[in-house]
């Protein structure tokens, strides 16, 4: 999937174990985006960061931290894993205008035991 | 109530048929609106922008109505290969860019 990236694709791990989950996008965009999906409750923001050194809280940041390294990279933090955090998730960089459309990344899924 | 909220799915309809799914939306500052299809919880990709005049490609046509703050996509001649969830987003400009997503409708087509 062309333009954004996001690594690992699977991970399995262990309730209270810590990962970080990394994207990066190779279009030069200002804000990048990471997003939770879960069953019948479409996508959920957890956190965004509209700029290079800034973020901020979406609408499910608990149990999370970020950091925007550089224009390039967004990561996600799990510093204690739960189970509530199984989940398939998104990171995304929206279009420079209102006509192009939002690019996601393959997505990363996510099973905490 | 939800930001976004979609008609409750699935739907499930033969080939040929068309079929119609509804989204409203609460912000009335939401400036820009999509339809996204996603497969078998894979990234969802755009299938189109949907615009103030109301939009076609294809089979598939687009609606909006501000007033009413509502999108609508309508699919027709639907094939088995349109089976999948489409999601209704809605971007928040005056947010910085917030994109915000209901929580899908499900088809499935059937032979």
């Known amino acids: 999937n062309a333009g954004v990236t996001q690594t690992p694709k699977f991970q399995v791990l262990k309730t209270g174990q810590s990962m970080t989950l990394q994207c990066a996008q190779d279009?030069?965009?200002?804000?990048m985006y990471w997003y939770r999906q879960d069953p019948g409750m479409g996508l959920r923001l957890i956190y965004y960061?509209?700029?290079?050194?800034?973020?901020d809280k979406g609408e499910v940041p608990n149990g999370y931290n970020v950091s925007r390294l550089n224009k390039r990279e967004f990561s996600l933090r799990l510093e204690s894993a739960a189970p509530s955090q199984t989940s398939v998730y998104f990171c995304?960089?929206?279009?420079?205008?209102?006509?192009?459309?939002?690019?996601f990344g393959d997505g990363t899924r996510l099973s905490i035991l | 109530r939800k930001e976004v909220e979609q008609d409750p799915g699935p739907f499930n309809v033969p080939e040929g048929a068309t079929v119609a799914f509804n989204c409203t939306y609460s912000?009335?500052?939401?400036?820009?609106f999509f339809w996204y299809r996603q497969d078998c919880r894979k990234e969802p990709k755009l299938l189109m922008s949907?615009?103030?005049s109301g939009n076609e490609d294809g089979r598939f046509t687009a609606q909006l109505n501000r007033a009413s703050q509502y999108i609508s996509l309508l699919i027709r001649d639907s094939k088995l290969s349109d089976s999948a969830t489409y999601l209704c987003?809605?971007?928040?400009?005056?947010?910085?860019?917030?994109?915000?997503f209901g929580q899908g409708t499900e088809l499935s087509v059937k032979p």
């Open positions: 279009m030069n965009h200002n804000s």
């Open positions: 960061s509209a700029s290079e050194g800034t973020t």
């Open positions: 949907v615009y103030s």
């Open positions: 912000n009335s500052a939401s400036q820009s």
């Open positions: 995304a960089t929206p279009g420079v205008n209102s006509n192009q459309p939002q690019h």
């Open positions: 987003v809605v971007i928040l400009y005056n947010q910085g860019g917030k994109l915000i």
